[in-house]
């Protein structure tokens, strides 16, 4: 069965709670030090799950059908079988950081992980903290953990699997009807420029911890909520390219970022021990270094208090952005990453 290594994971969701942006200009960029992170995003969060509110730990028996993890600003679906999510929104809730203009605002239609024949068998453990839940289950093999903060804003969510083979794991993401991927535009106007506080110059940097050079973006927006912004989050994970969503604009350039990307559907192989989440708001529009690589013992790396630079995100986002087709099936039966 795999390591059940408890400080990894009750480590934070990365970055939860910072600070929104008005999206900017395609010409300026603010490069001055921003405010640090802010708890304005999730005064009064909150979760409810299985009859259990906060302050909660312990185990519960699984039950048979999905169940909904219910917060004050955020709420999913969880099918117990095998911690595949569904549903993901933001309710709409009123707060300062709030993306949705006070509307229900759905976001992921689902997050799916292939464990390729292994179950989940065990009772369900529940740890419900102030605005922070952490669910996991295991079987022989395999473990699953959910970490999630309910915030209207931040990094707010991330699914971990195990395997005791050591292998990577698939999961497919795909989005709720009203929302897609799309190339920043933002980020597209200044690639190749060093952006950041630790920068002496856009065109050579230096590169470091506060001085990141800008490479193409991919987001996730809707066309209700002008301050919707949101990007999927990988450590230690591979995006599966998708041939059959790669003819558009942007995969001409053959960059990584969006090459073979579809606008309503991604793929990922994720690493035993790595993670697949999500971040919202100004976390994901930030001119940030990529995540480290770590499955083990790892820590929120997002202690940057406002030094990099964050370009913002357009509304609405122009058409020739978005990434087309919406889904594709030829990455599905690609052959799993090493």
């Not at 604009?249 to 090459?259: G, I, K, Q, V």
Request: with cysteine.
């Amino acid at each position: 069965m795999p390591r059940q290594d408890t400080s990894r994971r009750r480590r934070a969701v990365g970055a939860a709670c910072a600070t929104f942006l008005v999206p900017l200009a395609l010409s300026t960029v603010s490069q001055s030090p921003a405010e640090a992170a802010s708890s304005k995003g999730c005064d009064g969060g909150g979760f409810t799950v299985l009859g259990k509110g906060a302050g909660f730990e312990g185990t519960v028996p699984a039950p048979t059908g999905r169940f909904r993890v219910q917060g004050r600003y955020a709420q999913f679906d969880v099918d117990p079988a095998d911690f595949a999510v569904y549903e993901q929104s933001f309710t709409g809730a009123a707060n300062p950081l709030d993306q949705t203009g006070g509307r229900f605002t759905p976001i992921y239609a689902s997050k799916v992980p292939d464990h390729r024949g292994l179950t989940l068998s065990s009772s369900i453990s529940i740890s419900i903290d102030d605005e922070a839940i952490q669910l996991s289950r295991t079987g022989t093999g395999l473990s699953m953990s959910l970490q999630a903060k309910d915030c209207a804003s931040g990094g707010i969510f991330q699914m971990e699997p195990e395997r005791g083979d050591g292998t990577r794991t698939r999961i497919v993401h795909r989005l709720a009807d009203t929302a897609f991927y799309y190339d920043n535009p933002l980020f597209r106007a200044r690639l190749g420029q060093f952006l950041g506080s630790g920068c002496a110059s856009v065109e050579t940097g230096p590169p470091g911890q506060f001085c990141v050079r800008v490479t193409p973006r991919v987001n996730i927006g809707n066309d209700i909520s002008p301050l919707f912004a949101v990007r999927d989050s990988a450590q230690v994970a591979t995006r599966i390219l998708q041939a059959e969503c790669g003819p558009d604009f942007t995969n001409a350039l053959r960059l990584a970022e969006t090459r073979d990307h579809c606008g309503g559907m991604s793929i990922w192989d994720v690493a035993s021990g790595g993670r697949m989440g999500m971040v919202t708001g100004e976390d994901a529009t930030e001119v940030a270094n990529p995540p480290t690589v770590c499955v083990q013992n790892c820590q929120a790396q997002n202690q940057v208090r406002g030094r990099l630079a964050n370009l913002g995100s357009p509304f609405p986002a122009p058409l020739a952005s978005r990434l087309t087709p919406r889904k594709s099936t030829d990455g599905l039966l690609a052959p799993l990453t090493p």
